[in-house]
């Protein structure tokens, strides 16, 4: 598909490269953003790597909920390094240029990602209802094949519904400007570019955030109250303690992870007098969960943190 992108007539593409500028209005100084930059995009790599390693080595671990851990670890570092070396490249060696068929794979990867982690938050939402709200069935309708189930439907779902972005954004003319405000090749970010109309690519981008995302956030939503509703008629004030302060901090997460997105498409869509803002939270969106998730959705497992301390006296036994 992205070869044919690339095949385009060259009438199509009066420019053959575009240029990320980076961060609007604080170019003279934007390299600096690259040390807290660098340090979550190193933090987000080796936590997923090692919740990875800790439910691989752990038997007990091998679980339909631990599997969604791991699935949402490796969605993790896919989204971080979709956009992190390119934006490290333009802070650190001013690299700014990106060609075409390149701009419209990370496009694509960009929402792919994004989409599929919606779509895994989903299906531990389903685990953790189950679990809490239906104990009794959890073993016969959380299986192994439903894991394998749901993510093959999540992973066919985001890469078939983004594909009509970058294709519909090869489809536009770009006639003169290619410098785009902005660290990565964002749909709406490029399409500004171009000399003819773009309304289709803003349409096709909302309806699939607000079809997609907003139905997957309100499937989450409504599981975690239910979950709360039937942890609250607990008798035991620890559980329903340990229970609320586990669901709290899931759904900072979440609401953090959906908010940016919604904030995002709502600054895109209008006149900005602060352009930085737009796209410094659309570069921290893609970095700072995959960061945060394996330190609240893993780290606060007590079987999790046995296997990471089992793992550390490994290593240093070998040491």
Not at 76 to 105: H, Q, R, S, Y
Not at 179 to 192: A, D, K
Request: hydrophobic letters at 50%.
């Amino acid at each position: 598909m992205f070869q044919d992108l690339g095949n385009f007539n060259s009438s199509k593409f009066q420019v053959s490269e575009f240029i990320l500028l980076g961060f609007p209005g604080i170019h003279s100084w934007q390299h600096w953003l690259s040390l807290p930059l660098v340090l979550l995009y190193l933090l987000a790599l080796s936590a997923n790597i090692l919740i990875l390693i800790i439910i691989n080595q752990e038997a007990t671990l091998h679980q339909p909920m631990y599997y969604f851990l791991g699935i949402l670890a490796m969605v993790d570092m896919g989204l971080a390094t979709t956009i992190m070396p390119k934006i490290l490249t333009i802070l650190w060696f001013n690299a700014k240029t990106i060609g075409l068929p390149e701009c419209f794979v990370q496009m694509y990867a960009i929402h792919s990602f994004v989409g599929m982690e919606s779509g895994i938050f989903v299906c531990m939402a389903i685990d953790r209802y189950v679990a809490i709200c239906q104990p009794l069935c959890y073993s016969s309708i959380i299986t192994k094949s439903f894991v394998l189930k749901a993510t093959v439907l999540m992973a066919l779902r985001n890469s078939l519904t983004t594909i009509p972005i970058p294709v519909l954004a090869a489809q536009r003319h770009y006639c003169s400007k290619n410098q785009i405000e902005h660290c990565l090749c964002s749909n709406l970010g490029v399409t500004s570019l171009s000399c003819d109309d773009r309304t289709i690519n803003s349409v096709y981008q909302l309806l699939l955030a607000w079809i997609f995302m907003g139905s997957d956030l309100g499937f989450i939503l409504v599981s975690y109250a239910l979950i709360l509703h039937s942890v609250l008629k607990l008798n035991s004030m620890e559980a329903i303690s340990k229970a609320l302060s586990t669901c709290t901090s899931h759904l900072i997460l979440i609401l953090f992870f959906y908010t940016v997105v919604i904030v995002i498409s709502i600054t895109h869509s209008a006149t900005m007098t602060f352009p930085l803002i737009p796209v410094l939270l659309n570069v921290l969106h893609n970095v700072i969960p995959p960061a945060l998730n394996p330190m609240v959705y893993a780290l606060k497992n007590k079987e999790l943190r046995q296997g990471l301390r089992k793992l550390l006296k490994l290593d240093l036994k070998g040491s």
